[in-house]
């Protein structure tokens, strides 16, 4: 009876840690390691579009988190989006979001439906202000220096930087899946240990 109480027990945290390990995995496009108070600002760009070229690093594609900055009363104004697939030069996804709904500073999500097979190809993510001016809207923090298998333009104008932009891939994550058993494994055995030793 014991026996099978510890066999049940392990199936069911191996299902709430497959469970658990189904996460929102992000990818840095940017140098993380630079010190973010190098990063630089688009500014509320009111005419015409940011558009940060990068390659994917995973095999689907289910939207992307930026650092935004929020300007002045941005109650009326809305975030236009889309994907780009360079490859077939056409939008794949797209998606609005009212600026209000935007924390300043914070990485805001930008969802779309999932993109398949998406590893190693080359997209282009592109924001859009509507309804701002100079003095309300959205810019987006980038820091001034270009990754490798990126291209920052802002209004037209290649710009020498990179977005502070991850992919976002919902998927079953190993890394995380491990070390949530190596933690539940940890505790068990601490807990036994000190069972034994107070017994």
């Known amino acids: 009876m014991k026996k099978l109480k510890n066999v049940i027990g392990i199936i069911i945290v191996l299902i709430l840690a497959f469970v658990y390990a189904h996460i929102a995995k992000p990818n840095n496009i940017y140098d993380k390691k630079v010190d973010n108070s190098e990063y630089l600002s688009t500014g509320v760009v009111c005419e015409g579009v940011i558009e940060q070229r990068f390659i994917c690093a995973e095999d689907t594609l289910d939207g992307v988190k930026a650092k935004v900055q929020v300007i002045g009363d941005v109650r009326d104004v809305r975030v236009k989006y889309r994907l780009i697939d360079n490859q077939l030069g056409q939008s794949v996804a797209e998606g609005e979001v009212s600026a209000a709904e935007i924390k300043p500073s914070k990485f805001f999500e930008f969802s779309f439906d999932t993109i398949n097979d998406a590893r190693g ?79």
């Open 121 to 199: 190809k080359e997209y282009t993510i592109v924001f859009e202000n509507k309804n701002a001016d100079e003095n309300r809207g959205i810019g987006i923090f980038f820091q001034p220096m270009t990754q490798n298998g990126t291209e920052l333009t802002i209004s037209g104008n290649r710009t020498e930087g990179t977005l502070i932009l991850k992919t976002i891939t919902d998927r079953f994550d190993f890394e995380t899946f491990a070390v949530l058993l190596v933690f539940v494994v940890y505790t068990v055995v601490f807990m036994k240990f000190l069972y034994r030793l107070f017994r």
